[in-house]
Structure formats: C-alpha cells, structure tokens
C-alpha cells in the first residue's frame, strides 16, 4: 500500500521569504513522487518529479523539492515566494511497481501576503 | 504534455437524474482516469478507463453507479449515475503518456452541484 501526508494544513508566508510545504510518503517499492498545484476553479498542474537520479529536482515557476530516502521526505521549495504562488499543494506518490495509480497528500494551502 | 479538455465544465443537476462527462486529449495516450475532488477534499481516484475493455474501479466505486467509456486512445466518458447531493464535486480526467516514468497531467475538472 502507499501513503502520502502533508502535515500542515495550511503555510502561511511573506512575499520575498523562502516557502516549504512539506510531505513524507511510504511504498513498499520504488518511489515516483510527484508535487502538483491547484489555482482555484482550475485543474491541477504538474510542478515535478522525482524518479531516480539527483536528490534536487528542479521544476516550473523556480519550485524544486528534494528527496530524502532516510526521511521518506519530499519537501518542496521556493527561495523566495511570490503572491501568486498562493494555491494548493498537492503531494503524489507512485509505487515504481505499479502502473499508474497516484496516490494524493490531502493538500497544503499556502498563502503569500505582500 | 498533452493537452486535456473536458465538457461540461460545471452543471447543477437534480437528484435522480444522471450526468455524463466528456474527456478529450489531443493526442494518443496509454492511460486514462477518472479522480474526484470532493469539497475541501484531495483527489480520490475513481477508475482507470481501459481502451476496448471495462474499466477498473477503485474500492468503494462501482460500474452502476460510475459507468465509464473509453472506445479509443483519446476519449473517454464519465457517468455519475441516480445523482444525489454527496455527489457534489469536482471530476477530473488524467492522463499518462507512454513511459512509466512519466507524470499525469490533468484536465480542467467539471464542477457538479445536485440539489
């Protein structure tokens, strides 16, 4: 079975200070972890992916998120966060063993005040 | 990536009465789902839509309630069946492109209320 936690609710940050959502997962194989982001009344939108490789991953709008194996962490970050980054978070995680199914973290709300 | 539309975006339906979905994705893929957002809520996927085949439905989602078409590698429908209020939310279709290794990427969502 896999399992996804977002620990907190909601962030709360200025804009110009660095923005962390966390999340820890568990699956019997492989990890695929995945952060997404939800604008209100849109579709989710892929921010990125860890599959092998580099702990650091690099994705869109200068997000990156860092795997930690020890941890079973895959917090994902911002140097310095913007208004617009206000939206929701999601954390996914697939068994590399099976095709397809993500498993969602229930979701952080960040919020960016100027 | 691929681009992903769905139809209707939102609709307010009756209790009772059945409301079926639409996914279009602009080009072939290798799977496709069907997840919800309830209100406040993360995404709970309901059912992997099989091209040429039924579908495979996730514990506590059944094919009489959530009868689900895929007749080809592009499309694919959703029906919420005998509607009642707790089947307000949102319906999102996904995709994944060929590779294991790749990500979903999902469509708009269509907001449901039933009243």
């Known amino acids: 079975a896999q399992s996804v936690a977002q620990p907190e609710d909601q962030v709360n940050v200025a804009e110009g200070n660095p923005l962390t959502v966390k999340c820890t997962y568990s699956?019997?194989?492989?990890?695929?972890l995945f952060w997404y982001v939800q604008y209100p009344n849109r579709g989710l939108q892929f921010l990125l992916k860890?599959?092998?490789?580099?702990?650091l991953v690099k994705g869109s709008y200068g997000f990156e998120a860092e795997f930690n194996k020890s941890q079973t962490s895959f917090h994902l970050k911002k140097p310095s966060a913007l208004v617009s980054d206000s939206a929701l978070y999601f954390c996914?995680?697939?068994?590399?063993?099976?095709?397809?199914?993500?498993?969602f973290g229930a979701g952080t709300q960040v919020v960016v005040t100027p | 990536s691929a681009v992903i539309s769905q139809k209707p975006s939102r609709d307010i339906c009756q209790r009772g009465t059945s409301l079926t979905i639409q996914c279009q994705v602009d080009?072939?893929?290798?799977?496709m789902f069907w997840y919800r957002q309830q209100p406040g809520q993360s995404l709970t996927l309901i059912a992997t839509?099989?091209?040429?085949?039924?579908?495979?439905?996730e514990s506590g989602f059944v094919i009489d309630k959530f009868p689900i078409s895929r007749p080809n590698l592009t499309f694919s429908t959703l029906t919420v069946s005998n509607m009642s209020p707790e089947d307000s939310s949102i319906y999102l279709c996904?995709?994944?492109?060929?590779?294991?290794?790749?990500?979903?990427?999902f469509g708009p969502g269509t907001r449901l209320t039933v009243l």
């Open positions: 996904s995709v994944q492109t060929r590779g294991v290794y790749n990500e979903q990427f």
């Open positions: 699956v019997s194989g492989n990890p695929y």
């Open positions: 860890y599959i092998t490789g580099d702990n």
């Open positions: 996914a995680v697939r068994d590399g063993d099976s095709w397809g199914k993500l498993q």
């Open positions: 080009s072939q893929v290798t799977m």
């Open positions: 839509a099989n091209q040429g085949s039924e579908a495979t439905y």
